[in-house]
Nanobody, 113 residues
């Protein structure tokens, strides 16, 4: 059974930082591209960043230079380090295993102004 569990969300002031984690089980994590997505209230889910099995990364323009995606294959975990947070970053953040199309349940990030 595939399971992705996100954690690390919370309430932070604008300009602050958070690190999200997503632990995967039941998947071939090390050979999977992993992605982070977010969905703000009333908006469609949007892609934020992804990291390939070869550790190549890519970011949406809205987070480039502020967010960093990384992975630790020994822990089956993908991270999203978020710096210089803005109120418009407020959303539920989800991780996704691109290989199998699996999603986590999401973690709420709220940035106050």
């Amino acid at each position: 059974q595939v399971q992705l569990v996100e954690s690390g969300g919370g309430l932070v002031q604008a300009g602050g930082s958070l690190r999200l984690s997503c632990v995967a089980s039941g998947t071939t994590f090390s050979i999977s591209t992993m992605g982070w997505y977010r969905q703000a209230p009333g908006k469609q889910r949007e892609w934020v960043a992804f990291i390939t099995s070869g550790y190549s990364t890519n970011y949406s323009d809205s987070v480039k230079g502020r967010f960093t995606i990384s992975r630790d294959n020994t822990k089956n975990t993908v991270y999203l380090r978020m710096n210089s947070l803005k109120p418009e970053d407020t959303a539920v953040y989800y991780c996704k295993n691109h290989r199998g199309g699996y999603w986590g349940q999401g973690t709420q990030v709220t940035v106050s102004s």
